[in-house]
């Protein structure tokens, strides 16, 4: 069962605009989240997380929102950039247990 | 570069063999996750070790296994390969292993099982 999830497999934005990356999860307990970049052939890289006692966390250009009662989650770049196009997942784990839940990833692709 | 190794890169294996997966984290990382990302699947939680322990187990199959050694190097066993298990595996290490410290993810080892 898919806690963590991403409908969207991808998205495509024009550079200098905004991208919205959205990430919805299921299991309540879920108190910390966060947002990996992938480039092919590559691990996943942190880009920015967020705990569930704020709703918004800020960095450069990466501005992740959490809505809690809705249980979604969405990462927004802006602007964004062509080095920017890359698969995002979300991850989001319980203080109470130790692993990480991961979304399926969309692919950003961010047209010069 | 994250600091973590995996090698192989990349192994082509047929049915019912096994093979081993090592990684190195990152210089004075304790804790260890091993994950595995299938065609259009998020990475899948399989197994974390800290200093040489197990400490969590997620969807591993148990014709999986994986160790900790003392130099904090680990490996993931396969064995009795099926088609199935083709995907990416990754390794990701934390300093200290709580849930809200960075992982830091190797370069992945992709497997094709024939």
């Known amino acids: 069962d898919q806690q963590v999830k991403q409908n969207s497999p991808s998205l495509s934005v024009q550079e200098g605009r905004i991208s919205i990356l959205n990430c919805d999860y299921t299991n309540s307990m879920f108190d910390y989240f966060l947002w990996y970049k992938k480039y092919p052939a590559e691990g996943p890289t942190f880009l920015i997380s967020?705990?569930?006692?704020?709703d918004k966390n800020e960095d450069g250009r990466f501005t992740v929102f959490l809505n809690k009662s809705a249980k979604h989650l969405s990462l927004h770049i802006v602007p964004s950039q062509p080095g920017d196009s890359a698969v995002y997942f979300c991850?989001?784990?319980?203080?109470?247990?130790?692993?990480?839940?991961f979304g399926t990833g969309t692919s950003l692709t961010v047209i010069p | 570069d994250s600091g973590v190794t995996q090698t192989p890169k990349h192994l082509i294996t047929a049915t019912g063999q096994r093979v081993t997966l090592r990684c190195s984290p990152r210089?004075?990382?304790?804790?260890v996750y091993w994950y595995q990302q299938s065609l259009d699947q998020g990475l899948q939680f399989l197994i974390q070790?800290?200093?040489?322990?197990?400490?969590a187990k997620g969807n591993i199959l148990e014709r999986f296994s994986a160790q900790q050694f003392p130099d904090l190097h680990s490996e993931l066993n396969l064995s009795s390969l099926e088609l199935g298990d083709s995907a990416l595996y990754f390794c990701a290490s934390q300093p200290s292993g709580r849930f809200q410290e960075t992982q830091y993810f190797g370069p992945g080892t992709r497997l094709l099982v024939l």
């Open positions: 967020i705990s569930s006692i704020k």
């Open positions: 070790y800290y200093n040489g322990e197990e400490r």
């Open positions: 991850a989001a784990s319980a203080r109470a247990g130790n692993q990480f839940y």
């Open positions: 210089s004075g990382d304790l804790s």
